[in-house]
């Protein structure tokens, strides 16, 4: 990733690189950790002290986790984001319709967070969670965003992050991205047809506000056995367009 702070302080940057590879490793000891950033010793062990200090990470028995004490943080920065308090009742009962997964994504720093997830009675079990972030490009949800942006806007999200992704439908180049986020402004939805994750497909809606402006997008996802056909084209779009006018009915009047 492209560095953007115009006096980085390196401390901090090395602090987040020792919490990344903690989450990335799902925990480590100190000569893991140190081998993993290509480090010193002794400077893992001092980031992590610091870190266990201030309760930030744990230490079980040698092995150093994510603490906690991020949940805190993480469910503070969610309530502070108008849509999730407006739209999650809905999501809820869009995942209670459609007995899928129902999700909500905000765009931060040029990628996908989920904000929120709602599972119906058939839905199925994927590799996210709330506050996993994304490439926008690969789902549908970021499709929907990445349409309503400026031009200008979506070019320095690519040129950052870049296109492609880990499955072999993923967007790969800015003239089938420039032609898809054509198609999601023409139909009002978007379509993600095995693109981050094979095997499942998704229906996603923007959500705008009272000035056209984007603010997030919901959606509906499931297996490509139950989204297909009219249902995956046709019944599901339309349930979703429903749901997201609701949502920006209510962040306009609330």
Do not use: W
């Not at 940057?13 to 893991?32: H, P, Q, R, S």
């Amino acid at each position: 990733m492209a560095k953007t702070a115009q006096n980085p302080v390196k401390s901090a940057e090395t602090t987040f690189e020792v919490l990344d590879a903690l989450k990335d490793l799902d925990g480590a000891g100190v000569t893991e950790l140190a081998q993993h950033l290509d480090i010193p010793k002794s400077t893992v062990h001092n980031y992590l002290s610091t870190l266990e200090q201030e309760e930030y990470v744990v230490n079980r028995d040698g092995v150093y986790e994510v603490g906690l004490r991020f949940l805190e943080l993480g469910a503070y920065a969610r309530h502070r984001e108008k849509l999730f308090e407006i739209a999650k009742p809905e999501v809820d009962r869009l995942a209670e319709e459609t007995g899928e997964l129902a999700n909500i994504l905000v765009e931060e720093h040029g990628r996908g967070s989920y904000l929120y997830r709602a599972r119906g009675d058939k839905a199925v079990q994927v590799k996210a969670h709330v506050g996993t972030r994304v490439p926008l490009h690969t789902t549908a949800l970021g499709k929907a965003i990445l349409a309503h942006m400026s031009t200008e806007r979506v070019d320095a999200i690519v040129d950052r992050h870049g296109l492609g992704g880990e499955a072999s439908n993923s967007i790969s180049n800015r003239a089938e991205l420039e032609q898809a986020l054509a198609d999601v402004r023409e139909r009002g939805v978007a379509f993600d047809d095995e693109e981050r994750l094979e095997g499942l497909r998704c229906v996603a809606a923007p959500v705008l506000n009272h000035d056209d402006e984007i603010i997030g997008a919901i959606s509906v996802s499931g297996p490509t056995n139950r989204f297909r056909g009219d249902r995956f084209r046709e019944e599901l779009p339309q349930k979703v367009l429903e749901v997201a006018n609701v949502i920006e009915l209510n962040v306009t009047y609330s």
